[in-house]
């Protein structure tokens, strides 16, 4: 595999399951070791710092409010889309 990638871009790997998206990160980031072929950024990503260039950062947060309160909205939600169906609430 062979890509460019400018700092500035942002790339999302999508691909089914046990196709090596996986190995492709560890590979890239040198959390494993790979046979053959070079990672480069300029310069070897193995003379990168662990701790700092070499770090993936996630967002671990998924949802902003609890599950409880998403569910309670969305069964309103579901109630007045009944109310507006049956015309209960145009009257």
Not at 26 to 54: I, P
Not at 56 to 85: G, H, K
Request: hydrophobic share 30%; net charge positive.
């Amino acid at each position: 595999m062979s890509m460019n990638i400018r700092g500035v871009e942002t790339v999302d790997i999508c691909e089914r399951t046990n196709t090596g998206k996986n190995s492709l990160m560890n590979a890239l980031s040198l959390t494993c070791e790979y046979d053959s072929g070079s990672v480069a950024s300029h310069r070897q990503v193995r003379h990168f710092k662990l701790e700092t260039e070499r770090a993936w950062p996630q967002d671990p947060v998924l949802f902003t409010v609890s599950v409880a309160r998403f569910e309670r909205t969305w069964s309103r939600l579901e109630e007045r889309n009944r109310m507006l169906s049956s015309g209960r609430c145009c009257k």
